[in-house]
């Protein structure tokens, strides 16, 4: 990690306020300390010398009151780098989200989701340290040091002396121990992700693993990768809290010399105890900042390197192509001119042309694989292809996947949200319409699912058929709602039974005889019998399954 | 979180999550002598310079000089070996953590685990284990070694003057107390709330990315990114509030510290001598205080990781207790040492089943008999209670009634798996290669066996365009279709040869020209080696494969 990454800053701006606040707070507080060290040393000679309670009580009085105005300065100096924190990490959160749609739907599907949800969740909370810790007392550093050795230069020129050489041996080995673990800090941070991970796929697959007995040995293997883990931990840590030992030598090391040096100059009576006491009472406060900012060093990295997997994602965005056009308004058939798709090198989808008519339903069928949820997607405008699609004539291949105001598409995943079953169902709809919801749903043979039911994360609560229905409701209230006449469903009816299934068919051909223009991908015969007309695709030798 | 059971519970997990004594004690020893070093520092300093200003002959100050040196050199050291070997006594406890969580998963999954999403699972497992390992390094150690620290100085004070000993003890019991409440009280209140929100920030989160193309699709994306937003909202203010918590301890140390050097210096000004001997030793007394509230000012830090370790020992006990649900098979009965009956008649008389927290039984008097070799078709509608049939037979649920694995009751046959497979109705593929997704059935098979195998279900030609059995097959399968995913578990089935073998929904997700292909090839697998299948669909299956055939309505068989 870099003592400053200007990155971060950049993407930071809103929490720059903060930070000169805590720059002002800082200087405000190097002159207490400077007060407290003094009204301390005060009190000692005066007693030492038999002075009175009487010219005693200012300087005693002048340590409560230093100590007070302590008091008060940490409390915001807490309260100032966390509001700065807080507003850098939200800054960063959005920042990155707000990439997402431009890097598209197939640049999210080829990214594991557990990693991005850790890294926009979790994984930026590490920043905290960064700045709310590290940064801050950066500044403090900065401000008190400086400040702190030009007092005790001004007192006694030999101690002064003595700050000037040691302070600066310290920042180097910090940069040269920093150079030496960045690597491993990187490879640390990759391995926590690759250990999360593999504890959520044993979790994940723990039936399946049930089934074949080999639930037992998951224990084992998760022991021995943590195991792993906490070699390679502590070989990191091992260097890592060299920096520490080095930075917590010097400093007390050099707070001993002074003290040495200045004892032997008293002896002599070179120097007055006044300025013994109270250059021993502030270089420890010089070194202070410096070892806080070693300490928060490290947890500071972690946030910072969590903070570069982001910046790789807004790198991406930066490199992604211009936003699609806009909205363009169309009635009339459906038609695939000669679309590809490639993916990884291989072809998904192969000069594949087709024409759906309004008013009647096209079923796709094909082998599982041969590209009938992609062809959908390519509708869809979600993954990038070659060819072009057209509706009523008009040439929408340019049009972004969110301005597709003519179709309405049920993928196989419903990917229902947090939310209530009329949330979902009326998913982007500004003004919900409760009747169009309730006969949405009863058109998916849903509707003995109430709209009012509460659904958790990914549609938490609900059967897969039953998730399966309020999503194909969801599909129908837009296409009702906003006059989406093509309609596209990916195997609607996979978790259904029979009889429900001749529910769904027929709402389906009430759409058709209502103009609609639909195509229904699926391997069902009961379903496939209800449509006008059925093509099959993938039909070729080099796709066999 | 306050029933008795509750707390035992939250105990157990603590206390796994608790180094052994032996492996925590070097570090918490080095951190004594670390503590001890700093304040050992600072009173020799204080005495090295007033006695020099008295001008005494060098011989006197040489010791505490070297004193003062080696003080400060100790501190280093002791610090380093204290953050060292605690670190390492922790990372050994987290695989027994980490293995203690999957333990008490295991039995639960997946009939136990229906009401938790994926999301609150990574929550619950990653940052809560996490957490807790925070308990030895950050809770029980700075307490232990800070509290040894003061009361040893306390009592060195104590030698030189009993009165600074006791204004001293005062002021540090003070900060004790008011640090430790400003952090409990006014930080803690806000913390509690922090993780259902930080779980809602993640949740919003899982929905975005998860569900993009659809948002997208729906013009709700925008919606879905203020959610995001809204809940780092929340979250932002709740932090903020423990904030200023944690900003109101420092200043309580900060007031306190003032005050105890204010103290010690009225109280310890009388051991100065009228002639002005004693100097050395009232500033001892006078400065001391700054060394030992430096320690004790990690107690606030301490009392608050310990909030955050409990409730998350809270949380894993709630999901996790260590009593199961009665739905839930308990573990092993009698193991039965021949692994598999040789008989493999199934046979089930007036058996009911219940999911954990329903109020009624998904399955109520169901009487089958499955004759080995045999092929019995169990038909019905979503919701019927074929798939709660089918948790019973693998027994992920607990029946009532009887159920015997060739005249054996199943709740008293050591490992039924080993009798009666099951192909899921949504396979779990693990993130690796197809190799890997197979081998684990039977980790002999040979290259050559797979790719019979796969040829079999009809994958043959798929596994060799993507280059071999190492092709992965993604993040949760993410990488091959569902059609494709059900082959591949299928494949795992046959490899294992289990004697009978329960198949829920197979053809959910596969083309029926290729289901009727597959289904007769695995019949004719399980004529020559006598075994049985029980194919459990809402799907028509052709009348040749099958010998019996049965629907299943509203939890019985007819």
Redesign the interface.
């Known amino acids: 990690m870099r003592p400053l990454d200007p990155r971060l800053l950049r993407y930071a701006r809103s929490s720059r306020g903060f930070l000169v606040l805590g720059a002002v707070l800082a200087l405000a507080d190097t002159l207490a300390i400077i007060g407290?060290a003094w009204g301390?040393t005060a009190?000692?000679t005066h007693?030492?010398?038999?002075a009175s309670w009487q010219e005693l009580a200012p300087s005693?009085g002048g340590?409560?009151a230093?100590?007070?105005a302590?008091?008060?300065l940490?409390?915001?100096?807490?309260?100032t780098?966390?509001?700065g924190a807080?507003r850098a990490?939200?800054e960063l959160?959005?920042t990155v989200?707000?990439a997402?749609?431009r890097l598209g739907?197939e640049w999210?599907?080829n990214t594991?989701?557990?990693r991005?949800?850790?890294l926009?969740?979790?994984g930026l909370d590490a920043l905290d340290d960064y700045f709310?810790r590290y940064l801050p007392q950066l500044i403090r550093t900065a401000i008190t040091l400086p400040a702190l050795a030009l007092v005790v230069f001004g007192q006694d020129l030999l101690s002064g002396i003595i700050l000037l050489v040691t302070l600066p041996i310290i920042p180097i080995f910090m940069v040269l121990i920093g150079l030496a673990t960045r690597t491993v800090q990187r490879r640390q941070w990759d391995g926590l992700n690759r250990l999360?991970?593999s504890?959520?796929?044993?979790?994940?697959?723990?039936?399946?693993?049930?089934?074949?007995?080999?639930?037992?040995r998951?224990?084992d293997r998760?022991?021995s990768i943590?195991?792993d883990?906490?070699r390679s931990?502590?070989a990191v840590?091992?260097i890592s809290?060299?920096s520490?030992?080095v930075l917590?030598?010097m400093a007390?090391?050099s707070?001993?010399?002074l003290?040495?040096s200045?004892?032997?100059r008293?002896?002599d009576?070179a120097i007055?105890?006044t300025v013994?006491?109270f250059v021993?009472?502030l270089a420890p406060e010089v070194f202070l900042p410096i070892r806080q900012v070693g300490t928060h060093f490290h947890a500071a990295a972690e946030g910072v390197e969590a903070s570069q997997d982001a910046f790789e994602i807004l790198d991406a965005a930066e490199a992604a192509p211009e936003p699609q056009c806009a909205s363009l308004s169309a009635s009339g058939d459906l038609e695939l001119r000669d679309v590809t798709v490639v993916r990884d090198e291989t072809a998904v989808l192969e000069h594949q042309s087709l024409r759906a008519r309004c008013g009647s339903v096209l079923a796709i069928?094909?082998?599982?694989?041969a590209g009938k949820?992609t062809l959908l997607?390519v509708i869809?405008g979600?993954t990038p292809h070659t060819g072009s699609v057209h509706v009523g004539g008009v040439d929408m291949t340019a049009v972004s996947?969110?301005e597709?105001s003519w179709?309405s598409?049920a993928?196989?995943n419903?990917?229902?949200?947090?939310g209530t079953v009329l949330s979902n169902v009326t998913?982007?709809d500004p003004a919900p319409d409760v009747r169009q919801a309730e006969r949405a749903l009863q058109r998916a043979a849903a509707g003995d699912i109430k709209l009012d039911r509460n659904l958790?994360?990914?549609g938490?609560g609900l059967?897969?058929?039953e998730a399966q229905r309020v999503g194909l409701a969801?599909c129908y209230y837009?296409a009702q709602r906003f006059g989406a006449h093509i309609i596209v469903l990916d195997?609607p009816t996979?978790?259904?039974?029979?009889?429900?299934e001749q529910i769904v068919a027929r709402g389906l051909r009430e759409l058709a005889a209502g103009g609609a223009c639909v195509i229904v991908v699926s391997?069902?015969?009961a379903l496939v019998e209800w449509a006008d007309e059925c093509i099959t695709i993938g039909d070729r030798a080099?796709v066999?399954? | 979180m306050t029933s008795t059971a509750d707390v035992r519970e939250r105990r157990r997990i603590l206390r796994r999550a608790l180094p052994r004594f032996r492996q925590v004690l070097p570090g918490m020893l080095s951190g004594i002598a670390m503590g001890l070093a700093i304040v050992a520092?600072l009173a020799t300093?204080?005495w090295?310079?007033?006695?020099?200003?008295e001008?005494?002959p060098?011989l006197f100050?040489t010791m505490?000089?070297v004193g003062?040196?080696a003080?400060?050199?100790a501190?280093?050291?002791f610090?380093?070996l204290e953050?060292?070997y605690s670190?390492?006594a922790v990372?050994?406890q987290?695989?027994?953590l980490?293995?203690d969580v999957?333990?008490r998963?295991?039995p639960r999954?997946?009939a136990g685990?229906t009401?938790r999403?994926?999301?609150?699972?990574?929550t619950a497992?990653?940052?809560d284990v996490d957490e807790l390992q925070n308990l030895s390094l950050r809770v029980v150690q700075p307490i232990v070694v800070a509290v040894t620290v003061a009361v040893l100085s306390v009592a060195g004070i104590a030698l030189l003057s009993p009165t600074a000993a006791v204004v001293l003890a005062i002021t540090l019991v003070l900060c004790g107390i008011g640090a430790t409440w400003a952090t409990s009280t006014v930080a803690g209140a806000s913390e509690r709330s922090l993780a259902p929100k930080?779980e809602e920030?993640?949740?919003?989160?899982?929905?975005?990315?998860?569900?993009?193309?659809?948002?997208?699709?729906?013009?709700?994306?925008a919606?879905?990114?203020e959610r995001?937003?809204m809940a780092?909202?929340r979250l932002?203010r709740t932090?903020?509030r423990?904030?200023?918590g944690?900003?109101?301890s420092?200043?309580?140390?900060?007031?306190l510290?003032?005050?105890a050097?204010?103290g010690a210096?009225?109280v310890g000004?009388t051991l100065?001598m009228?002639d002005?001997t004693g100097?050395p030793v009232?500033?001892v007394i006078?400065?001391t205080p700054l060394a030992i509230f430096e320690v004790i000012g990690t107690i606030p830090v301490a009392v608050n990781h310990w909030r955050a370790v409990r409730s998350s020992a809270d949380r894993l006990a709630a999901t996790l207790p260590e009593e199961l649900p009665v739905e839930i098979p308990r573990e092993g009965g009698a193991p039965t040492g021949t692994s598999a009956p040789t008989d493999t008649r199934l046979t089930l008389q007036g058996v009911s089943a219940r999911w954990p927290g329903a109020e009624e039984n998904a399955l109520t008097d169901v009487d089958l008999v499955v004759e080995p070799g045999e092929s019995v078709l169990i038909e019905?509608?979503?919701?019927s209670g074929k798939s709660t049939l089918a948790n019973v037979l693998?027994r992920?649920l607990e029946y009532g009634g009887s159920y015997r694995i060739g005249g054996v009751e199943a709740r008293s046959l050591g490992?039924v798996?080993?009798t009666v497979?099951?192909c899921?109705?949504?396979?779990?593929?693990?993130?690796d290669s197809v190799r890997q997704n197979l081998l684990?059935?039977r980790d002999t098979a040979t290259d050559e066996e797979l790719l019979v195998i796969l040829d079999q279900v009809?994958?043959g030609?798929?596994v060799a365009?993507r280059g071999g059995l190492d092709a992965r097959v993604g993040?949760?399968g993410?990488l091959?279709?569902?059609?494709?995913a059900q082959?591949l578990?299928l494949a795992?089935a046959l490899l294992?040869d289990f004697p009978i073998l329960v198949l829920d929904?197979p053809t959910?997700?596969?083309?029926?020209a290729?289901a009727g292909v597959l289904l007769r090839d695995l019949i004719t697998a399980a004529t020559s080696t006598g075994r049985s299948i029980i194919v459990i669909s809402?799907?028509?299956v052709p009348a040749p494969l099958i010998d019996r055939r049965f629907s299943m309505r509203e939890g019985t068989l007819v």
Not at chain 1, 494 to 500: F, I
Not at chain 2, 380 to 383: E, I, R
């Open positions: 407290f301390v009190s000692l007693i030492i010398d038999g005693l340590i409560a230093c100590a007070a302590r008091a008060l940490s409390w915001g100096t807490e309260a780098g966390a509001r807080a990490k939200s959160r959005m989200l707000t997402l749609p739907a999210l599907e594991q989701s557990a991005l949800t850790t926009l969740g979790h709310a999360s991970a504890f959520l796929d044993v979790v994940g697959g723990l039936s399946t693993l049930k089934v074949f007995g080999r639930e037992k998951q224990i998760m022991s943590t195991d883990y906490r931990t502590m840590l091992r809290f060299l520490g030992f917590e030598l007390s090391l707070v001993a010399l003290a040495v200045i004892g032997f008293l002896v009576g007055p105890l013994g006491l021993l009472l069928t094909g082998d599982s694989g949820s997607r869809a979600l996947p969110g597709r179709l598409w993928p196989q419903p990917a229902l949200q947090a998913l982007g958790g994360t990914a938490m059967s897969g058929g969801r837009r195997e996979s978790a259904l039974d029979r009889r429900t391997h069902r015969p080099e066999l399954v | 520092l300093s204080a090295l310079i007033v006695r020099a200003a001008q005494p060098v100050l505490a000089a003062v040196r003080f400060a050199l501190r280093a050291v610090r380093y953050r060292l670190h390492d990372f050994r987290l695989a027994s980490r293995t999957l333990r998963l295991i999954a997946p685990l009401d999403s994926r999301g609150s699972l990574l497992v990653v940052t930080r920030l993640a949740s919003a989160i899982l929905d975005y990315v998860q569900g993009f193309p659809v948002l997208v699709h729906y013009g709700a994306e919606a879905a990114r995001v937003r780092d909202a932002t932090a903020l423990r904030a200023s944690f900003g109101l420092a200043a309580i140390i900060a007031l510290t003032g005050l050097v204010v210096i009225s000004s100065v009228p002005g100097g009232f500033a006078a400065l019905g509608s979503s919701g693998v992920f490992d798996h080993a497979g099951l899921e109705q949504h396979p779990y593929l693990f993130d684990f059935a009809g994958l030609d798929w365009a993040e949760r993410a091959v279709s569902g059609g494709q082959r578990s795992r294992r929904e959910a997700n596969v083309d029926a290729r809402h799907d028509d």
